[in-house]
């Protein structure tokens, strides 16, 4: 009888839980060199809200009033080992939604910042990761959200939105990985950047109008004073490039990781006024790639069009001249298109498509691909894109609006 009474206690396996409230969930994670070769380690606190409470506010909120913490450290798990001696709840990474690094840290390199990331188990390798124009520390105190009440849905809002508009990519902790460790493929993450209209409250625009795709370049007054647009480029673990959002719906269209993406092109009988485009993805980019020296990489895409803005009011819907306008646009699509993948591949040596899938065929084992000098070969690669575009529609009206007599 005394070893029954005994038993449940030695069952029990709730000895040692933690409440939600004895908990601090880090939302988002920004990591910042810092001087003495240490990490600036931020942290935003959320707390979970009570979805009993009324309204639709139900998931983690934001601590009212608290700012991000920063804690210098020698590695994020120092920094979480700091952190208990200022926050009164248990540090955890369960509830993470976003990591940015700080511009200066993803320069120098993030290997040795990754790899904790991989190894603790709080940390899920589908989290996105940004990269900061600045410092990571300054995206995060900045960051005032416009719609969205609740922390952990901001970023899987910002990550479907990128993905319609073609205007970022998507990188996860698993993606940076395999940047580094698959041969010859590397990877990109969004930038996010301070508005520096927003960010400094001017209550007009500059005479000067200029339209800019780089977050923080953005000409706008009000909403959030971050921006998050195109890309910065990884050569294995650092970065070295950075490219404009307009550059990456480019980028994800030779990719295939969009199906929908606007653009905005030069109308060919009137330069100085745009022609709006949705392009519509047939298929997938098709890679025809043949090693020598030089190699020779051909990009084959097919794309449908459909114009829902012609600005300069020209009637492009007849027929006689709609082949020239087709042509004239295809023209523009590709040179963008061949000047990306000659800065990307050639400049940077950096294959984020990744082009080097194309040839592995042409290998008889995995050996023989990894030791291939793909990197070498793309210095002095010639490449040329081949878009097949076909207008398919002219929006809901088809002629141009007619000027009286």
């Not at 969004?190 to 800019?212: F, T, W």
């Not at 070969?377 to 609006?401: M, N, P």
Request: hydrophobic share 40%; glycine share 8%.
């Amino acid at each position: 009888m005394g070893l029954l009474a005994l038993l449940p206690f030695g069952t029990s396996g709730c000895f040692d839980r933690q409440e939600l409230e004895q908990q601090a969930f880090v939302s988002v994670l920004g990591l910042d060199k810092a001087p003495g070769n240490l990490l600036d380690c931020t942290f935003r606190i959320a707390q979970p809200s009570n979805p009993s409470g009324g309204g639709d506010k139900g998931g983690m909120e934001p601590l009212a009033g608290k700012e991000p913490v920063t804690i210098r450290a020698r590695s994020i798990s120092e920094a979480m080992v700091l952190a208990s001696g200022s926050i009164e709840r248990t540090i955890t990474f369960s509830h993470l939604s976003l990591i940015i690094l700080g511009a200066d840290l993803a320069k120098s390199g993030v290997r040795q910042y990754v790899e904790p990331l991989t190894r603790y188990r709080e940390f899920r390798r589908t989290v996105p990761v940004s990269v900061s124009t600045t410092t990571a520390k300054d995206v995060i105190d900045a960051f005032q959200p416009m719609l969205d009440t609740s922390i952990t849905r901001i970023a899987d809002g910002i990550a479907l939105v990128s993905q319609r508009s073609g205007i970022a990519p998507m990188c996860r902790i698993q993606d940076l990985m395999a940047g580094m460790e698959q041969p010859h493929e590397n990877a990109i993450a969004p930038l996010y950047g301070m508005n520096q209209y927003v960010s400094k409250q001017e209550q007009q625009l500059p005479d000067k109008a200029n339209v800019d795709y780089q977050p923080g370049g953005v000409e706008r007054l009000g909403g959030n004073p971050v921006d998050w647009m195109g890309a910065a480029v990884f050569q294995s673990d650092r970065v070295v490039d950075t490219i404009t959002g307009e550059d990456n719906i480019y980028l994800r269209l030779l990719q295939g990781s969009v199906r929908h993406a606007m653009l905005n092109l030069e109308d060919p009988n009137n330069p100085s006024q745009p022609v709006g485009i949705e392009l519509h993805k047939e298929r997938p980019a098709t890679y025809r790639v043949t090693l020598g020296n030089p190699v020779k990489i051909r990009v084959l895409l097919p794309l449908d069009v459909d114009v829902v803005g012609i600005a300069s009011g020209i009637d492009y819907s007849d027929r006689r001249i709609r082949m020239q306008f087709q042509q004239d646009l295809k023209k523009q699509f590709d040179q963008h298109a061949e000047a990306l993948l000659d800065r990307l591949l050639r400049k940077d040596q950096s294959d984020v498509v990744p082009i080097s899938r194309a040839i592995r065929g042409q290998f008889s084992t995995y050996a023989k691909f990894a030791d291939y000098p793909w990197e070498d070969h793309l210095k002095t690669a010639e490449i040329s894109v081949d878009s097949d575009i076909h207008v398919r529609r002219f929006g809901v009206q088809i002629e141009s609006i007619q000027k009286k007599g």
